[in-house]
């Protein structure tokens, strides 16, 4: 009922930047968080950012004054600006809806498919 499609992933030089997108879709009421996890080789998925319907951000420390996340509630779509990127930030990054109310059926979570940001030195 809800799918989420990321889009803006790629290959960059390390201190590039890359811009992903994740849309929402599907019987959608509203959305509670929206988030951006990024899971690379070996290591668990970890939260990147996250953005309430409110506009209140929330950033990993790693993240921190090089990610900015922005929504666009009207279109259920979030953003992650990713500027001066460095090799660790390589990674599977994945979209999360939090607390998805449909108008008809139960609320739940959902998750895109993810995608590649590969960053070389």
């Known amino acids: 009922q809800v799918q989420l499609v990321e889009s803006g992933g790629g290959l960059v030089q390390a201190g590039g930047s890359l811009r992903l997108s994740c849309k929402a879709s599907g019987n959608i009421f509203s959305i509670n968080g929206m988030n951006w996890y990024r899971q690379a080789p070996g290591s668990q998925r970890e939260l990147v950012a996250g953005i309430t319907s409110g506009g209140t951000t929330n950033y990993a420390d790693s993240a921190k004054g090089r990610f900015t996340i922005s929504r666009d509630n009207a279109n259920n779509t979030v953003y992650l600006q990713m500027d001066s990127l460095k090799p660790e930030d390589t990674a599977v990054y994945y979209c999360?809806?939090?607390?998805?109310?449909?108008?008809?059926?139960?609320?739940?979570?959902?998750w895109g498919q993810g995608t590649q940001v590969t960053v070389y030195s």
């Open positions: 999360n809806a939090d607390y998805v109310r449909l108008f008809k059926g139960p609320a739940g979570d959902y």
